[in-house]
């Protein structure tokens, strides 16, 4: 699977922002694709999931209210909305898929190349 994100950008506290994530390859295969982040100095980590067939969705605590994660099969796009940003949502941003039912890192075999979001004060 071939992934490549979108959509980052300057923003400004309580402002929104959409990523997307166009992939490509086996995708039928896929059993959860996610959204990930690292800030600087920061371990890359878990922000959002969704299974292959949509039903199921999971984020971290730290996102869940203000992010929505969601798939257009038809356009084999996946998106991260983010709404409500704080300036401690800066980094840079990952979707990844795996052919698990899985939040770990180490499961996501195929990664998109990062998109950058940065949340002004």
């Known amino acids: 699977v071939q992934l490549q994100a979108s959509g980052g950008g300057l923003v400004q506290a309580g402002g929104s922002l959409r990523l997307s994530c166009a992939a490509s390859?086996?995708?039928?295969?896929?059993?959860?694709w996610g959204w990930f982040r690292q800030a600087p100095r920061k371990e890359r980590e878990f922000v959002a999931a969704i299974s292959g067939s949509g039903g199921t969705t999971n984020y971290a605590d730290s996102v869940k209210g203000r992010f929505t994660i969601s798939r257009d099969v038809a356009k084999a796009t996946i998106y991260l909305q983010m709404n409500s940003l704080k300036p401690e949502d800066t980094a840079v941003y990952y979707c990844?898929?795996?052919?698990?039912?899985?939040?770990?890192?180490?499961?996501?075999?195929?990664w998109g190349q990062g998109t950058l979001v940065t949340v002004s004060s």
């Open positions: 990844a898929s795996s052919y698990w039912a899985t939040q770990m890192i180490a499961d996501f075999g195929s």
């Open positions: 390859g086996r995708t039928s295969s896929v059993y959860t």
